[in-house]
């Protein structure tokens, strides 16, 4: 028996199931096309569970991001049960499940312990395989207490193996398991442990705490692309600022974007972390309150350039007023760029075009914004919507009015907005790939109602259209 196996049933309880009477969650909230799942899983002879940050927001009062299934199902038989769904996935395949105006529901069968079944030493990182498992594997391989919880239907109870209803009660976000062996095997967890921190506003556990400190360093063993993904998720979640700050103290950051280091740490430190969160401040704000109008669409290319605006200002002596100066900088502005962030996070080419347009064109576009007439000849440009924007933005958070959520927001009419305020996390983001249609036309869902399509999808793909 490997020392990881051992150490698991060490750690291992009954679990703890919690009667619908003595906790929060019931059917009415879980989203109805989610419960629809679930009971047709029960009526098919398998156990079906909602999972993960579906019962986590459900449990202190929030409304869900998503509402993800487990269940004891396999990917060809979930398939044969839902007709309107794919399979997905390399490592671990899920089936995601398609109803009508975008919405996807990922349905994914247990896990098994697979990472403490390997025999190598306790310092290998997680190998690439997962196998099927069984209700409480599945639960000790989840990274967070508070995130390895299950509901289930039939009897309206909670099941929690590894603490998490108590960790949700007191506030505190923990790794499940030894925190060292399981950053070690997986350092993106360090990442996932901040991020929930910082969004619910909890308190890292101590042990937690002190494995980020000892591990931080091995997020460069992490694929750049893999990065990128999960700082996107902190950009997009509407609590950026407080992220931030809690990566600032773990040494997190200083990983991430080493470059960022001597500014943070010279004369001028506190002014660049005060810029740093009033940047990503004005981020979450379009975040979080533009979701409860609509769908916020929001460029990557916006959010990382607002995360790297106080590093690049310095770096490149902007914003340069002279306009044929700031264009003979582009070269120099987008070879920095690549060199200092986006051969690290394995940024995409048209990312890296568009801050660098962002940054060049910064001292014209914030005139501009700070008196709210815009010149015919500057709104003929190509990049007009993309600097105007980033402008307002900057003008909010150095103190000037407020940005105008409607240009970051597809509003949706009032009969379709969500019936209680979504909470920050909830907001949509389209990527600048996809946002843009080449015929010009307006925006259209992915999914309609024609029987032309399978399952509803349109034949001639997603038409997105910032504007």
């Known amino acids: 028996m490997s020392g990881d196996v051992a150490e698991i049933q060490q750690t291992e309880r009954q679990a703890l199931v919690i009667p619908p009477e003595e906790h929060p969650v019931r ?130 109870t909670v099941i929690d193996y590894v603490g998490g209803v108590q960790d949700l009660t007191d506030g505190i976000v923990r ?56 700082l996107l998720k902190d950009l997009q979640s509407g609590k950026s600022r407080a992220w931030v700050e809690l990566a ?20 001028d430190g506190a002014e660049v972390k005060e810029e740093l969160s009033a940047r990503l401040s004005t981020a979450d704000r379009i975040c979080s309150e533009g979701g409860k109008l609509g769908k916020v669409l929001v460029d990557d290319a916006l959010l990382f350039a607002l995360l790297l605006h106080p590093w690049a200002k310095r770096q490149f002596g902007l914003p340069q007023p002279d306009a044929k100066l700031a264009r003979r900088l582009a070269s120099t502005v987008r070879d920095g760029l ?14 890296l075009d568009t801050i660098t347009v962002l940054f060049i064109n910064s001292a014209a576009f914030q005139d501009c914004a700070r008196t709210g007439k815009w010149p015919g000849w500057m709104k003929k440009k190509s990049y007009f919507n993309d600097c105007s924007r980033f ?10 009015a407020a940005a105008d959520l409607s240009l970051f927001v597809k509003i949706l009419p009032p009969s379709s907005r969500p019936a209680q305020p979504a909470p920050t996390a909830a907001a949509v983001f389209a990527s600048p790939e996809s946002s843009r249609s080449s015929s010009g036309g307006s925006y259209s869902p992915a999914f309609s109602s024609s029987p032309e399509g399978i399952f509803g999808l349109r034949k001639d793909g997603v038409n997105l259209r910032l504007f």
């Open 27 to 156: 059917d009415e909230d879980i989203d109805p096309d989610a419960l629809s799942i679930l009971r047709r899983l029960r009526d098919a002879g398998h156990a079906g569970y909602l999972v993960g940050g579906g019962v986590r927001d459900l449990y202190i009062g929030k409304r869900p991001k998503d509402f993800d299934i487990s269940t004891d199902a396999h990917p060809g038989q979930l398939r044969k049960i839902f007709r309107n769904s794919r399979t997905i996935g390399r490592r671990f395949r899920l089936v995601q499940v398609f109803f009508r105006d975008n919405k996807i529901i990922e349905v994914s069968t247990l896990r098994s312990q697979s990472e403490y079944d390997e025999d190598g030493a306790p310092d290998q990182v997680l190998p690439s395989n997962n196998t099927f498992g069984t209700l409480e594997e599945d639960a000790f391989r989840r990274d967070l207490t508070i995130n390895s919880l299950f509901y289930e239907i039939e009897h309206q």
């Open 391 to 400: 402008a307002i933005c900057l003008n909010e958070a150095e103190g000037g």
């Open 338 to 351: 690549d060199a200092a962030f986006s051969a690290r996070l394995n940024q995409p080419r048209a990312t």
């Open 248 to 267: 600032l103290e773990t040494g997190v950051f200083a990983v991430l974007f080493p470059f960022y280091s001597e500014l943070l740490n010279g004369p």
């Open 175 to 230: 790794l499940v398991g030894d925190p060292d062996r399981r950053i070690i095997r997986d350092p993106v967890r360090m990442l996932r442990a901040v991020r929930h921190a910082a969004r619910a506003g909890f308190t890292i556990e101590a042990a937690t705490w002190e494995a980020i400190i000892r591990h931080r360093d091995k997020l460069e063993l992490c694929p750049p692309s893999r990065l990128r993904d999960e």
